[in-house]
């Protein structure tokens, strides 16, 4: 099966194209630069030179703050490339699995989201993603779109590494520990995709939408604590103080959820794929940060 892959500089496409080294796989995953969502010839162009049997796509528009004011560079990436990556596909015949996010629901349920569960997005970012997946769904029958949260990978920025950042050059750090949710690593979303590509490739697949994010669940504060506990264990000390904030303490320019636990039972009956426990994937980023070596 060949699979061809967007965004390949982010996260999860870096961790796609990572894990694909080592797998029988036939991945190729392009840059932005290689193949820009938001210009549906260039979608087109890409599909009809490497002709492939499922679209990956792990490209988006990320930034939660800035989108609040980059309102239309948000929508161009996260609607309008969404819906290019679904009219390509449907004109090949070929799948397209999709990223998404827990930002689409509003976080004031009080137990775990399901899929079928009412979106109410409070930022931007989150509003752009969610219109992103409403078209993919209206275009094409055959998508899976995956929705996940707190993404950290070894590859790009994210909270683990701001976190040990920060904890080099501060003595104290307030952390939000009023707004939970599901870390997850970008290599396990990698993994998954690779099974779901499998499943595709065997013909089994149940296309439609699914929740998928590690566990347990925690805070900002929780997920910080839990670093600095396991680089001081792994023999690297930061002595830096960890102090529990809450939201009003740290105004932001985009709105955040308080609670976007997600309910994973879907993809574990369909797919028989289990929620990972996120802290089996920090060794591996805290050594290269505190080494120097990442
Ligand atoms: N990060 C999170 O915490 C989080 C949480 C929930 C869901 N998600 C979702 O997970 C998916 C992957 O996120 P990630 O964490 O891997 O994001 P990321 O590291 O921020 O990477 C996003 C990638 O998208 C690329 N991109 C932006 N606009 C593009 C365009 N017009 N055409 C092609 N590529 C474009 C960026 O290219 P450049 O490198 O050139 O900027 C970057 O490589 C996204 O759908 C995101 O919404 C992320």
Redesign the pocket.
């Known amino acids: 099966m060949k699979a061809l892959v967007?965004?390949a500089?982010?996260?999860?496409?870096h961790a796609l194209t990572t894990l694909a080294k080592t797998s029988t796989f036939d991945l190729l995953s392009l840059?932005?630069q290689q193949?820009?969502?938001?210009d549906l010839l260039s979608v087109q162009a890409a599909i009809e030179q490497y002709k492939p049997d499922v679209l990956v796509n792990?490209?988006?528009?990320?930034a939660v703050d800035k989108a609040e004011a980059d309102q239309a560079t948000a929508y161009a990436?996260n609607e309008t490339?969404s819906t290019h990556l679904a009219q390509a596909c449907q004109h090949a015949g070929i799948p397209l699995i999709h990223?998404?996010?827990?930002?689409v629901y509003c976080g004031e349920q009080k137990v775990p989201y399901i899929e079928g569960n009412v979106t109410d997005p409070l930022n931007v970012y989150g509003a752009s993603?969610l219109a992103g997946d409403n078209a993919i769904a209206a275009i094409l029958d055959e998508h899976i779109i995956l929705r996940?949260?707190?993404?950290f990978g070894q590859h790009?920025n994210?909270f683990v590494k701001t976190m040990l950042r920060l904890g080099k050059e501060r003595d104290e750090l307030g952390v939000i520990d009023d707004q939970y949710g599901c870390p997850t690593a970008?290599e396990d979303i990698a993994e998954t995709i690779f099974r779901l590509c499998e499943s595709i490739q065997s013909g089994k697949a149940s296309w439609g939408l699914y929740h998928y994010c590690g566990q347990p669940a925690t805070s900002w504060y929780g997920f910080a604590s839990h670093i600095f506990d396991r680089a001081k264990t792994l023999g690297f000390d930061l002595a830096v103080t960890v102090k529990p904030i809450t939201t009003q303490d740290y105004p932001t320019p985009a709105k955040r959820p308080k609670s976007t636990l997600m309910d994973c039972g879907k993809i574990k009956t369909r797919y028989n794929i289990d929620q990972p426990d996120w802290r089996g994937r920090l060794d591996a980023i805290i050594y290269a940060e505190c080494t120097g070596q990442s």
């Open positions: 967007t965004a500089q982010g996260q999860v496409g840059s932005r193949l820009d969502i938001a792990a490209a988006a528009y990320t990436v490339g990223i998404s996010t827990d930002y993603k996940t949260s707190w993404v790009g994210n970008a």
